[in-house]
């Protein structure tokens, strides 16, 4: 995980993610900056995939939350979700948007430096063909919401 010298956390090209929200979906999320100072509190061992519930904390938030993320952050700022494939053959799913490329959910990565040079782009209908995960997608964008109330 990455921190700042002040303690707080940061993402994979947190200094970059400027863009604007595309929807207005999602009032007062203006910048991925700020939804993912939201989504910090929203992320929960629910919506983490099951395969690495078991691991997931919330000292590591992000754990197994890239899928329904980066959908969740291409629904407010449009763009295109990709994923580096990872040992074991699953894509890990990050977001350009414009000129910006950002990951969310890196920090549960550590120290590791994913090539985000090699990449796929990533679909809905690939992802949301397992229910599960569908239904991790609603829980999350659910959460959002009621997180902004």
Not at 62 to 77: A, E, M
Request: contains cysteine; proline residues 3%.
């Amino acid at each position: 995980m990455t921190e700042k010298k002040d303690g707080s956390r940061q993402f994979y090209g947190w200094e970059h993610a400027v863009c604007e929200a595309v929807s207005e979906e999602f009032p007062g999320i203006r910048t991925p900056r700020d939804l993912y100072d939201i989504l910090c509190s929203v992320w929960q061992a629910d919506t983490c995939a099951p395969r690495m519930r078991e691991r997931w904390t919330e000292e590591n938030p992000t754990l197994g939350q890239c899928s329904i993320t980066g959908f969740l952050v291409q629904d407010i700022f449009g763009g295109e979700v990709r994923g580096v494939l990872r040992p074991g053959g699953n894509y890990h799913c990050f977001n350009v948007v414009g000129e910006a490329e950002f990951d969310l959910t890196s920090e549960q990565f550590g120290e590791e430096i994913l090539d985000y040079t090699k990449y796929r782009l990533q679909s809905r209908e690939e992802h949301f063909s397992k229910q599960e995960k569908y239904e991790r997608y609603l829980l999350l964008r659910k959460r959002l919401k009621e997180a902004l109330l």
